[in-house]
């Protein structure tokens, strides 16, 4: 007669006792900012805001990349862009992926400031 082995139940796979995605995953480093991105960040500060202006091809260049080198989104919000975003903006309100995700910016733009401005 054959031995019959019970079959794993059906759902969530088996993990060794103590064992967390947590526990294995690497810390995050302090700052993720290059001097890459500050020299970027810096390129599209000096632009004045004038879409006729003949930088303004400069600056959406330095936004996009920079954008791309934080690892945002393009859905996400470009920390260039922060100063003309409204607080009070009843989206950020009633949508909480928005509010975390203007957070992140604000947190990103913060250090990029605090890099780039340095007195």
Known sequence: MVKRVP????????????????????????????????RLYQRAQ???GDETHPDYPDYLDASSRLHRLLG????QVNVVDLDAL??????LESDPHG???????????RELDAKAFKS
């Not at 810390?27 to 290059?34: A, G, L």
């Not at 409204?86 to 989206?91: I, M, N, R």
């Not at 509010?99 to 733009?109: H, N, P, T």
Request: proline letters at 14%.
């Open 7 to 38: 079959l794993r139940p059906i759902g969530r796979p088996t993990r060794p006792s103590g064992w967390s995605p947590r526990a294995t995953s690497r810390p995050r480093p302090k700052s993720r900012i290059t001097g890459d991105m500050i």
């Open 72 to 75: 945002r989104k393009p859905w």
């Open 86 to 91: 409204d607080l009070d903006c009843p989206d």
């Open 99 to 109: 509010l975390s995700d203007y957070i992140g910016a604000v947190r990103l733009r």
């Open 46 to 48: 000096a632009f004045d």
